[in-house]
């Protein structure tokens, strides 16, 4: 998928078609958008659309008028499960379709960062670092801690929280069967500027939870198994969005990741061993123990997690691997030299540490 969702001006419209036509030529499956121009032309030239959360989709009204341009429609994320089945139940009842002939399905954000602002309809980061959110270059500022001054008095208001314009991250895994009960379809994973760890996990979790609720195993024990995973990768402390009937939402109390985990570099991968399913690493920024719980990432490797069962240094077996050592251990499948080699640290041994 591509998304094409800014505000596009007429200068940029001979841009956006290059760039549908790249897409539609690269297989690309669909583009997200919420400007009509881009719509229009995705239409023209036989490219599927995804109408983009940008739009801020909340009825049943809206959601008919765009449906000449699109056959998935992502609603808005301040909608509760009520309201996004009555859309659903009234999608079927009135059979509305898009332009290949089918029923409209659902599309919704189920894990990742929120936006302070109504859909992401924004304008901070424009008024103040001169950089548009709806042009798709927001720096996130709100996610900085703020002091609230009343210009007329001096006084500070009382605030239990300095990051009172930075949600937490939303995590929908432990109710995803009322999500698809309500008609949801297509699930929507927020993943700007995070690594492949993150999209690993994130990805398996979802993708393991929607088939237990289609397998009938959707239990209180996997549900606990998922949020212990889900929390070893970058989050700023999660809640259920307005999904379940919450009307004000949960403010972040850190700045940044509140992860369970952190990954630590240690080196590169040098050579893959085929035959014998051994990676020789160079051992460069961090060193490593027998035992530690790996992580090597790559463009075509994609996300590898290892556990450190055997470290051999000029082929004899060691406990460490030190900096400036070149190190072969065992590997789960295919590596590449260049791929990156991390080991991954609980908070609380960071903090021991310390």
Not at 259 to 271: I, P, R, S, W
Not at 273 to 300: H, I, M, R, W, Y
Not at 339 to 345: A, E, R, T
């Amino acid at each position: 998928y591509l998304t094409v969702n800014t505000v596009i001006y007429d200068n940029d419209i001979e841009t956006m078609k290059e760039i549908i036509d790249a897409a539609k030529e690269a297989g690309i499956s669909a583009v997200i958008a919420s400007d009509v121009a881009v719509m229009a032309y995705c239409n023209e030239v036989g490219e599927e659309v995804h109408l983009s959360t940008q739009l801020n989709i909340s009825n049943l009204e809206a959601l008919k008028f765009y449906s000449r341009f699109a056959d998935v429609s992502v609603l808005a994320r301040e909608l509760n499960m009520d309201q996004v089945k009555h859309i659903h139940e009234q999608i079927v009842e009135q059979n509305i379709c898009g332009p290949m002939g089918r029923q409209i399905r659902i599309e919704m954000f189920c894990h990742g960062a929120l936006c302070m602002a109504v859909s992401g309809k924004c304008y901070m980061s424009l008024h103040n670092m001169n950089r548009s959110a709806n042009r798709g270059e927001c720096v996130q500022i709100c996610r900085r801690s703020y002091t609230v001054t009343d210009n007329e008095t001096g006084n500070q208001l009382e605030i239990d929280n300095k990051y009172i314009m930075s949600p937490k991250d939303l995590k929908t895994v432990r109710f995803i069967d009322r999500m698809m009960d309500a008609g949801v379809r297509v699930f929507k994973i927020e993943g700007r500027a995070r690594g492949p760890e993150y999209v690993y996990t994130v990805v398996k979790c979802y993708k393991e939870a929607i088939q237990s609720v289609l397998d009938g195993t959707f239990t209180e024990e996997k549900k606990d198994a998922w949020d212990e995973r889900l929390a070893t990768v970058f989050n700023r402390g999660f809640w259920d969005g307005y999904y379940q009937g919450q009307t004000l939402g949960e403010w972040n109390k850190h700045y940044g990741s509140v992860a369970t985990e952190k990954k630590v570099l240690v080196g590169k991968v040098m050579k893959y061993f085929s035959k014998l399913n051994v990676a020789e690493v160079a051992v460069e920024a961090s060193s490593f123990n027998q035992g530690d719980k790996l992580l090597v990432t790559g463009p075509t490797t994609g996300v590898m997690y290892l556990n450190a069962s055997e470290i051999r240094y000029d082929l004899k077996p060691v406990d460490r691997a030190l900096q400036g050592q070149r190190v072969s251990i065992p590997v789960d499948g295919k590596v590449r030299p260049s791929d990156k080699l991390y080991k991954l640290v609980t908070v609380q041994e960071i903090k021991e540490i310390k």
